[in-house]
């Protein structure tokens, strides 16, 4: 019987539930490895910040601390879409028990507000407008997102105010380099031991490691 009603009527509430609680668990764990990446590819950029300020390279520094600070940030905003794929997580837990007093499934704002939010996250993106699209069609949301809604991009992050490159660039040189107005003087060349050619290879690698995670 309960096969046949499947055919006929399709998933019930709670097995729908279910199945976008996986997806959102599913998008939470990508979530965490590409933070667990960008940790990584930020240490190595930040040892390689020590390493061009020790020999006075401060402009090669400045260029990879912007990249620090586009990696911290990026690294916040998946943080919080982290955080909202739980709440609307915590809402359809809701959902499962309002369905099971009544039957059927209620409009929520809240996740249409969350739903909104993350469809903003190119990382999760698509998964969110196919979740969206079932959560119409279910009754939960009122309407399908809009596709004209923008979609974060990465302006912001390129164009850090100068203060936070300078705080990064203070904290990880214990505070030779960063601060304001002395950043081209604070550190004289030093005899330079490593062959620049190898300095910038691998200040290019790390750059482009974390333009292709911000990306």
């Known amino acids: 019987m309960q096969t046949l009603n499947r055919l006929l009527y399709g998933p019930t ?3 729908k539930i279910r199945a976008w609680q996986a997806k959102l668990r599913a998008e939470q764990r990508q979530l965490d490895r590409e933070m667990r990446q960008l940790d990584t ?3 190595k950029a930040q040892t390689t910040v020590k390493q061009l300020a020790t020999k006075g390279d401060v402009k090669s520094a400045r260029i990879l601390a912007r990249e620090v600070v586009r990696s911290n940030k990026q690294k916040d ?33 809240e996740i249409m507000k969350l739903s909104n939010q993350l469809i903003k996250l190119p990382q ?40 936070e490159v300078d705080k990064v660039l203070y904290d990880l040189t214990n505070g030779k ?4 107005g002395t950043v081209e003087n604070q550190i004289p060349a030093a005899e330079e031991t490593v062959d620049d050619a190898e300095t910038e290879r691998v200040m290019e690698q790390y ?3 974390l333009s292709g995670l911000l990306s």
């Open 13 to 15: 509430a709670e097995e």
């Open 124 to 163: 999760i993106s698509q998964t969110m407008r196919e979740m969206s699209m079932e959560m119409t069609k279910a009754g939960i949301l009122e309407e399908m997102m809009d596709d004209t809604l923008a979609v974060e991009d990465d302006e912001e992050l390129e164009e850090e105010a100068d203060a």
């Open 177 to 180: 380099l960063g601060q304001a």
């Open 207 to 209: 750059r482009q490691q």
């Open 41 to 43: 590819a930020t240490k």
């Open 77 to 109: 905003r998946l943080s919080v879409s982290k955080a909202r794929l739980g709440s609307i997580n915590t809402q359809l837990v809701q959902q499962m028990a309002m369905a099971k007093v009544t039957g059927s499934l209620q409009k929520s704002a």
